[in-house]
């Protein structure tokens, strides 16, 4: 597969045309999946085009994330104790302040992307110049972690990336250029479960010597 036969790159400036809709999400494309006000956009990297597509946890969901792992923590206290914690004063400010901890770290979750590049807090990776693909196993799926030529990286939940549509469309749409343009270095984990096309799929082995 080459460059002629993937989804153009947008324009950096406007962002069109935006690309289709990527594997791993559902729905109809549609040119822009939400409607933001200024206010409500991260600022773009330095000299980078807008910010057009942005993924953050609301506040209920990151507090069903901090109860969910409150209660992990205190079944794991439970199971690891056989039932004494609950008659030998245990420390039940811990698994309150883990709790917490989870939801502030969810919380933290702040994904935005413009029509090249892709930006998780204050780190930012130019999409369409990757060298480097990394999937990690976590519970409950993969994170991702993309390296360009000048150093940057930057990924998430791949969970999370897909949560915003019309997001992981830019962000995939790079990842299909990157590839079918150069050699980019990909663990195990990334060449197996990244949605992309068999014939990359195919390339990314070969950059790699898989045998």
């Not at 930006?119 to 799926?141: A, D, F, M, N």
Request: charged share 20%; net charge neutral; with cysteine.
């Amino acid at each position: 597969m080459d460059l002629a036969e993937l989804p153009p790159r947008p324009d950096p400036s406007t962002g069109e045309p935006r690309p289709p809709r990527a594997p791993g999400t559902s729905g109809d494309h549609r040119p822009q999946d939400h409607q933001y006000e200024p206010h409500e956009l991260p600022a773009p990297p330095p000299g980078q085009g807008p910010t057009l597509e942005h993924y953050r946890l609301s506040k209920r969901e990151s507090a069903m994330t901090g109860l969910t792992g409150l209660a992990i923590i205190v079944i794991g206290g439970l199971i690891a104790t056989g039932g004494q914690v609950l008659f030998q004063g245990w420390p039940w400010a811990v698994p309150v302040v883990g709790g917490l901890l989870i939801a502030w770290n969810v919380r933290g979750t702040n994904l935005s992307a413009g029509a090249d590049w892709l930006q998780s807090r204050r780190h930012w990776v130019r999409l369409y110049e990757l060298t480097s693909i990394k999937c990690t196993t976590k519970p409950g799926g993969f994170s991702v972690l993309l390296e360009d030529t000048h150093g940057g990286s930057a990924g998430g939940d791949l969970r999370e990336l897909q949560s915003n549509p019309a997001l992981w469309d830019l962000v995939h749409n790079g990842v299909l250029h990157s590839v079918a343009s150069r050699p980019v270095k990909a663990n195990l984990a990334a060449r197996r479960h990244l949605p992309l096309p068999p014939e990359l799929r195919d390339k990314l082995r070969r950059d790699n010597d898989e045998r």
